[in-house]
């Protein structure tokens, strides 16, 4: 069983950058491929940013490339997602997944989930 809790999340204006942060307890959480999704009202939860479980992968979606990076710091059981230049279509909930030895990319393939946080971008 793996425990995940996001934070960080909050209300910003365009352009402005956030981190988000999701600590992971449980079992070993450098056996699992972390994700970031994010659902915002009305719409399909949708993948954002993957960070393997071993050698650093990472994948991003279309929308957030270049704005957006994943990291992870094993040592301290916490995934991180680095937002800048944000625009008001990023406003969400943004959830934290863990894929056990997986890229953590695909939400089927996602074996736990956190509560998220939300985040809102005002124009």
């Known amino acids: 069983q793996v425990q995940l809790v996001e934070s960080g999340g909050g209300l910003v204006q365009a352009g402005d950058s956030l981190r988000l942060s999701c600590v992971a307890s449980?079992?070993?959480?450098?056996?699992?491929?972390m994700g970031w999704f994010r659902q915002a009202p009305g719409k399909d939860r949708e993948f954002v940013a993957a960070?393997?479980?071993?050698?650093?992968?990472?994948a991003y979606a279309d929308s957030v490339r270049g704005r957006f990076t994943i990291s992870r710091d094993n040592a301290k059981n916490t995934v991180y997602l680095k937002m800048n230049s944000l625009k008001p279509e990023d406003t969400a909930v943004y959830l934290c997944?863990?894929?056990?030895?997986?890229?953590?990319?695909?939400?089927?393939?996602?074996?736990?989930w956190g509560q998220g946080t939300q985040v809102t971008v005002s124009s």
């Open positions: 997944a863990a894929d056990f030895r997986g890229l953590g990319s695909s939400q089927a393939g996602c074996d736990y």
């Open positions: 449980g079992r070993s959480f450098s056996d699992y491929g």
């Open positions: 960070i393997g479980w071993f050698g650093g992968r990472t």
